[in-house]
């Protein structure tokens, strides 16, 4: 007796262990299951927010055909080389552009000696990476001296421009490149 009352002071002594009665073998129930659910369906969520906003929104393309622009890569280069050994220069006149007004941009063409010289052509193409519809071109024209050029430019909208200044002589074409940011008119 004595024996089944020391099993029985130590079973009520000993700490009671409880017993786990969560039924794991429904996935539902499985915090684990439902946490990776909901984190998948915020991950999905994101990304066909942001497929419809770029969908929606404008590419940013400015040039229709940039793919097979693209394939010309080698002469692209070669051009570029041929550029360089041109040794062509432009010292432009770019004032600070402002929205809206009317700016006068000036451009001297020098050889490769520094010495000025007249090409048949001068434009000046400028493209709004954010929007095509303000891309536009302009033809400078002769001042009368040997190798300056002169044009009216008006930007209507205050923001970042690519330009770009090509110059042909014959059958030599010779560009230069840059951005700009143009100010807010006031």
């Not at 409880?18 to 994101?46: E, M, Q, Y």
């Not at 497929?51 to 002469?75: C, Q, R």
């Not at 050889?111 to 954010?130: C, I, M, T």
Request: cysteine-free; proline content about 4%; overall charge negative.
């Amino acid at each position: 007796m004595e024996e089944k009352s020391l099993e029985n002071l130590e079973e009520q002594t000993k700490p009671s262990a409880k017993k786990d009665k969560r039924d794991w073998s429904v996935a539902w129930k499985n915090p684990f299951v439902i946490g990776w659910f909901l984190i998948l369906t915020v991950v999905l969520t994101v990304n066909f927010f942001m497929v419809s906003m770029a969908i929606v929104t404008s590419p940013g393309l400015t040039i229709p055909d940039f793919y097979e622009k693209g394939k010309n890569m080698g002469a692209i280069i070669a051009k570029r080389k041929h550029m360089e050994d041109l040794g062509w220069q432009f010292n432009i006149d770019l004032p600070l552009l402002k929205e809206g007004s009317d700016q006068v941009v000036t451009v001297k063409v020098l050889d490769k000696n520094g010495q000025e010289f007249d090409v048949d052509s001068a434009v000046l193409y400028y493209y709004r990476p954010s929007n095509k519809k303000y891309d536009g071109q302009l033809v400078l024209q002769s001042t009368g001296q040997t190798g300056t050029y002169q044009g009216t430019l008006n930007l209507p909208l205050k923001g970042k421009y690519d330009l770009v200044m090509e110059v042909t002589k014959g059958e030599e074409v010779f560009n230069l490149g840059r951005s700009i940011m143009v100010q807010d008119a006031s």
